[in-house]
């Protein structure tokens, strides 16, 4: 029997557990990271078919870890899971080599299936009412923090807003 090999890079202890077992449960062989350095060193030097990867970490962007993995390792297949999705960063993901892209709380199952999708759903729902103000404000904020590679302090600057106005923005996504 082939032992599937998974990359777990999440900063919340108690949610990376969670994972960890689930995962070894259902038969994976699992490594988990929770920065964004280790994740990367774990790409190069820990080969694994499939991974979670949160977008937020302390030391800077998931997506520096999704790149570090479809560069070391193009047949793994990756998911990008997070609390603050936005348009911006679910198309990054995807061009820097992503396979799937979901919002936080996600199954196991719902997961475990993202890594087997190899398609698009032609049945998803489209949305026929325009975005609420505060929903495009988000995604606009997430475009440019995208740009500025993450980083608060620049993105502040080329938004023309304090820097903790930004942080109070990040910390609270609009509701659906």
């Not at 919340?12 to 038969?27: H, M, N, Q, Y």
Request: charged fraction near 30%; aromatic fraction near 4%; include cysteine.
């Amino acid at each position: 029997m082939n032992v599937r090999r998974l990359l777990i890079v999440e900063d919340d202890p108690s949610l990376s557990e969670v994972l960890c077992r689930a995962f070894e449960r259902r038969g994976y062989e699992v490594h988990a990271e929770m920065h964004v350095a280790g994740a990367c060193r774990a790409a190069c030097e820990w080969p694994s078919d499939c991974a979670v990867v949160d977008l937020k970490l302390p030391d800077g962007s998931g997506l520096k870890v999704v790149e570090a993995l479809a560069t070391a390792q193009p047949d793994c297949r990756i998911v990008v899971m997070t609390g603050y999705a936005s348009v911006a960063t679910a198309v990054e993901a995807i061009k820097l080599g992503a396979t799937h892209y979901l919002t936080k709380p996600a199954s196991i199952a719902e997961i475990e299936a993202a890594f087997d999708r190899t398609e698009g759903d032609a049945e998803a729902e489209a949305i026929d009412e325009p975005m609420r103000v505060d929903a495009v404000e988000w995604e606009y904020i997430n475009r440019v923090l995208t740009e500025q590679d993450g980083n608060i302090s620049a993105t502040a600057r080329a938004l023309g807003m304090h820097r903790r106005t930004l942080q109070r923005k990040l910390a609270r996504p609009p509701e659906s």
